[in-house]
DNA sequence: CTCTTTCTTGCAACCGGTTGCATTAGCAAC
DNA sequence: GTTGCTAATGCAACCGGTTGCAAGAAAGAG
């Protein structure tokens, strides 16, 4: 139980003999309050420590400044290696979030749940959502446009879409993995993309084609394996690659823990990488560099895809200006190739 | 702009022909309420997708709700990999949350600032604290304790403290990895630790002792090294006591991260784990499994703690009951060791 | 039939901050 | 000195849900 003695901007208002609105006006720095006034008031909230109730401002501004980051690990009890790709954005997001005055609730949505996003929404708890989903995006999306509800979302957006976006260049990314492969010598270069229903897998098979038809060779299909991200599918989607191509001598992973996934297959194999096999991953999570092979893998700028998903939601809370950003990669080379 | 005809307990008093006291009462199942009138009403609110609104409701209850997750990863970009420990626990934490009603915001908290406890509490922007920081933990704990905050700490608690933790039982951790590597027959078995200010890592080594002294042998100081949970430090670390005891056969790590990192080295001086050089890990992380040589380490029911940690601060703040919860701790047996 | 007790529901004040509009003081122009 | 305009501050209603206490109806006992 809180027994200070000053709690309340009624406290402070009757210190310095003004208005409960002229407190609040100079807490929120109003330029309809004269200069001298405001650093009194401001003042006297500092030397008695004051802190403004954030339920009662949230119900008078209608607003919680608190953005849901919506993951689907709904159903694990829970979360592993598998979401560092969600814990490596998240810290960009929050440190987006922060210097604007907001705040990130962690939801679970279970994908056959319709009503998570107005249960979030209308009730006043969050002022709108990042989408991270993989599973059941496309569905995701449609529940948030019908309720009009805030959101942005980290991948490539449908066409003709009018919401935020971030993404990265996937088709470049594809095209940086598969030409530094055919650079440092490698004959037989497969591909094992994530799920091939996505935009961004396509965009990455579609880099990997043009330079492989950049140098005059063709896409052998039996070189093409997919999985679904998980470390699981990754093993599994080599173990496939490698029964059907016993002589592939480079893989293009669309994941880092799909590539480390790969290399243990290759390894346990009793072949070497990347003298044998060589591996690119994608994404340069921190685990690409932990690796005792370090990883050679796309780099999607993480830390300022998260600050930009964070900015441009609150931009398009507070504006109602939507943005797409497509961010540029880069190839980091290690020692997987 | 939300231009539902029924967006408040108003709009629904008015449809049943009650008062919004008796829609509230309906609505929280109130057995004020006669059961055919509070059936009535919880129809009509079904039928009109109502939901309440939660910073009204936060503002007269004087309850957010809302639970910090307090981490101490205020410095970096980005989440990372070291980060890993917390990620699997915030899952947990967050799934024993869910069903209590209650929500929970990441923050992140620089060591400098005595603030942070006040700022979130006396704003009554969350309710209470989970304690994840290593790092200034005892100020931290000195902080809330202060300010009378709700908390509770994973780790082991002060001596005489009255405050909520879950924490494993680590120095049967410490004895039981030290036991498997007697057992396997390794001679020279080594102590990488974390940080060693820390209770854990002190009750560690005494049990790591305890099993030496059971079968009659000596703690040789040479095998005794710290880090402080990182990749890096668990390098340096293991570097150090290969320099200082060439010889050894076995290591019992304070993490699985550092376990890793004690792997690389060891494979990158030429030599042969498990054959020649047994490691044991500790958490049992998901990386453990995921590893290209699968981790024996010491598993921490990570998932339960969370629950537990969620469980038992949600139940001293509603009834002031103060819990500690010491969790068994299992020794899992893979490839490493 | 009357009185007392219990049940059910309503009244309205409260939780604390925000802000449109009103009021008053000060200033400048005539 | 008067009038008009602007600046600064106050009033009080509102945001929406909760709940202590009051009022009235219903039921039971005598």
Redesign the pocket.
């Known amino acids: 139980m809180n027994t200070k003695s000053v709690?309340?901007?009624?406290d402070i208002a009757r210190i310095a003999?003004?208005?409960?609105?002229?407190v609040?006006?100079a807490?929120?720095d109003s330029p309809?309050?004269?200069a001298e006034?405001k650093k009194r008031i401001q003042a006297i909230a500092e030397e008695h420590h004051f802190r403004?109730?954030i339920p009662?401002?949230n119900?008078?501004?209608?607003k919680s400044h608190t953005i849901a980051f919506v993951t689907n690990a709904y159903h694990v009890k829970a979360f592993s290696m598998e979401d560092l790709f969600s814990l490596e954005i998240m810290g960009g997001i929050t440190n987006g979030l922060h210097p604007l005055g907001y705040e990130m609730l962690i939801v679970h949505v279970d994908p056959r749940d319709s009503e998570w996003a107005t249960q979030y929404l209308e009730s006043g708890r969050v002022d709108g959502f990042v989408l991270m989903t993989s599973s059941k995006k496309q569905s995701h999306i449609k529940t948030l446009l019908d309720i009009h509800a805030p959101f942005i979302v980290w991948g490539v957006p449908q066409a003709n879409a009018n919401y935020c976006s971030v993404t990265a260049d996937n088709v470049t990314g594809g095209r940086l993995a598969t030409e530094h492969l055919i650079q440092i010598g490698r004959q037989k270069i497969a591909f094992l993309g994530g799920s091939d229903y996505e935009r961004e897998v396509q965009e990455r098979l579609k880099g990997y084609e043009q330079a492989l038809q950049n140098v005059g060779r063709q896409v052998d299909p039996n070189l093409l394996v997919y999985g679904d991200y998980s470390h699981a599918s990754g093993y599994a989607a080599m173990e496939q690659l490698l029964d059907q191509a016993p002589d592939l001598d480079a893989v293009f992973v669309n994941s880092d823990l799909m590539a480390i996934a790969a290399i243990n297959v290759i390894q346990n194999r009793g072949k070497q990488v990347p003298g044998d096999i060589a591996v690119v991953g994608y994404d340069d999570l921190s685990i690409a560099n932990y690796n005792n092979l370090p990883l050679t893998t796309i780099r999607q700028n993480i830390p300022l895809a998260g600050k930009l998903l964070a900015e441009n939601l609150v931009q398009y809370i507070q504006t109602g200006v939507v943005t797409n950003v497509t961010l540029p990669v880069e190839l980091v080379v290690r020692k997987s190739a």
Chains 1, 2 share one sequence.
């Open positions: 709690r309340t901007i009624a003999n003004v208005s409960k609105a002229t609040s006006r807490l929120n309809l309050v004269r006034t403004i109730n009662a401002r119900l008078s501004t209608q």
